[in-house]
């Protein structure tokens, strides 16, 4: 009985601050702050220390998935400067994106068959005379296996969550403040 009423405190709680939500601001909108010393380096992108901020700031948010793509970025420095700088460094993060999703997809391959071939040759060995060296390769077929499922399944997911960050900071609102 106590775990019932529990829950429906929980549920009434729930009610009254859904009451509280005004609306003002989507629910989808994150803002991250850049207010660091120099924002945009000599090559006309976001120094290392600024692109780092925004991308460990934004990446919590981006943790499940692409339903939050709305950031607004605030800082001091103008837009008609961040704006080409943010693009840029976003430009560069996507292309590196690309080459390790596609680092990943060919390795996850590459395991996957070796796991496949040493799998075959396992079933060559006679488990009679060699019982451990046919463990032994059975054992380690499977691990290239699981490391191609991981890899393939897992890891390549992961960095197709961050692309879709990356892309979503390259056209996030700019908003011009003073640091107070």
Do not use: H
Request: glycine share 4%; hydrophobic share 45%; net charge positive.
């Amino acid at each position: 009985m106590k775990q019932k009423e529990f829950f429906e405190g929980i549920r009434q709680q729930e009610k009254e601050l859904l009451k509280e939500f005004d609306g003002s601001k989507p629910v989808n909108e994150i803002e991250l702050f850049l207010f660091t010393e120099q924002i945009i380096g000599s090559d006309g992108e976001l120094t290392k220390q600024a692109l780092d901020d925004i991308m460990s700031r934004s990446q919590e948010q981006y943790k499940y998935g692409k339903e939050l793509l709305n950031p607004v970025i605030i800082s001091s420095c103008p837009e008609e400067k961040l704006r080409p700088a943010l693009r840029k460094s976003m430009a560069r993060k996507l292309v590196k994106n690309k080459a390790e999703r596609k680092r990943q997809l060919i390795l996850s391959l590459v395991c996957f068959l070796a796991g496949v071939l040493l799998l075959a040759l396992g079933s060559i060995f006679n488990p009679e005379r060699i019982a451990v060296l046919y463990e032994i390769v059975l054992v380690i077929s499977w691990v290239f296996v699981w490391t191609a499922v991981e890899m393939f399944f897992f890891e390549r997911q992961k960095s197709q969550f961050k692309k879709y960050r990356i892309i979503a900071l390259a056209d996030a609102e700019i908003k011009v403040k003073t640091k107070n």
